[in-house]
């Protein structure tokens, strides 16, 4: 019996890479076509962009407890959100919801220290990146971090809501931001968190020169592990 997993989303494509992973990556474990039940909620973006251009994380916390809800409503047995930015307001979520939740930076961290990185860089939107979500995930398992230039931040900032979020690729885009992790690479960082759940749509470790740590699809397993009682990540 697997558990029912209730996705909390906030921008599209990195909610449906995180829907897709799950579905997809499930097969393996429970058989063809297999996979633990799956519900997702998303209000429109602009009410979260609207309250992050405020500062207003209550109302960003109010969003993602109202998703809570109605996914606890229809059955779900657990929380996950793939978005990075919005994770800024989760103490305010965590004591009031209906339902248990995985953190994704707390996921992504704990791979982290189990592959042995000991400076990571960040990259995700400008408000992910002067947040505290990831500096205080990995400063507890003793990972120093590295943030991009203070252009480089607009730069990607500019690609992830103007670009990626809108289901836009651009090949200069692409270069861009291969350039910031170049650049991360040089401060002496050995992998790069993808803070964004958008990135790995034009990052991989194909095409990058750090190794990468994905968060839309290391969510994506740390839930499989969870709904299915499995230890398989490091096998996909």
């Known amino acids: 019996m697997t558990a029912h997993i209730g996705i909390i989303g906030c921008s599209a494509a990195g909610a449906a890479l995180c829907y897709r992973t799950i579905c997809e990556e499930a097969a393996p474990l429970l058989g063809p076509h297999a996979h633990p039940e799956v519900s997702m909620h998303t209000p429109s973006l602009a009410l979260y962009v609207d309250r992050l251009e405020q500062g207003d994380m209550q109302g960003v916390a109010d969003l993602m407890l109202a998703s809570a809800h109605k996914l606890a409503a229809a059955g779900a047995d657990f929380l996950i959100c793939p978005d990075n930015t919005i994770h800024q307001a989760f103490g305010l979520v965590r004591p009031h919801s209906p339902l248990p939740w995985l953190h994704i930076a707390e ?9 042995g990185y000991r400076r990571v860089g960040i990259t995700g939107t400008a408000w992910l990146m002067n947040s505290a979500v990831y500096p205080s995930v990995l400063q507890e398992r003793r990972i120093d971090y590295l943030l991009p230039s203070g252009d480089d931040q607009a730069n990607l900032n500019r690609i992830i809501m103007n670009e990626l979020v809108c289901g836009i690729i651009r090949p200069e ?21 993808l803070g964004c759940t958008e990135l790995p749509l034009i990052a991989t470790d194909e095409n990058v020169s750090l190794p990468t740590l ?14 299915t009682g499995t230890e398989y990540a490091e096998l996909l």
């Open 107 to 115: 996921e992504v961290a704990s791979v982290a220290a189990g592959r």
């Open 173 to 193: 885009s692409v270069h861009q931001f291969l350039h910031i992790i170049n650049s991360l690479k040089a401060g002496g960082c050995d992998a790069v968190i």
């Open 214 to 227: 994905d968060s839309t699809r290391l969510l994506a397993r740390a839930a499989l592990r969870k709904a």
